[in-house]
Nanobody
Framework: QVQLVESGGGLVQAGDSLKLSCTVS????????MAWFRQAPGKEREFVAG????????YYADSVKGRFTISRDNAKDTLYLQMRNLKPGDTAVYYC?????????????????WGKGTQVTVSS
């Protein structure tokens, strides 16, 4: 059974940085596309960033482009999200997702395994 565990969330001020991690077990991490999604209170879960299997291909939502960086360490079975210049609008629960396919996609339904999420709160 594939398990994903997010960590690194917290309470920060606007303009601060934070780095999230997602540790994966029970599957072959290096063969799957991974992504970060987030869900703010009262809103649907939305795509943040995705990364290809080797880590060389990435894709970002317009709202985070230039501020967030997704990366992965296949030797450690770990996915990362470096977040810089955080804004109050980034406040959400952040989830990592495991895709059943070979291409990055912003479509939530294509990701078949999820972690339980980590809370990120950005104060103004």
């Amino acid at each position: 059974q594939v398990q994903l565990v997010e960590s690194g969330g917290g309470l920060v001020q606007a303009g601060d940085s934070l780095k999230l991690s997602c540790t994966v077990s029970g599957g072959t991490f290096s063969t799957t596309v991974m992504a970060w999604f987030r869900q703010a209170p009262g809103k649907e879960r939305e795509f943040v960033a995705g990364i290809g299997r080797s880590g060389t291909t990435t894709y970002y939502a317009d709202s985070v482009k230039g501020r967030f960086t997704i990366s992965r360490d296949n030797a450690k079975d770990t996915l990362y999200l470096q977040m810089r210049n955080l804004k109050p609008g980034d406040t959400a629960v952040y989830y990592c997702g495991w895709r059943s396919g070979t291409k990055i996609s912003p479509t939530e339904g294509l990701y078949i395994y999820w972690g339980k999420g980590t809370q990120v709160t950005v104060s103004s």
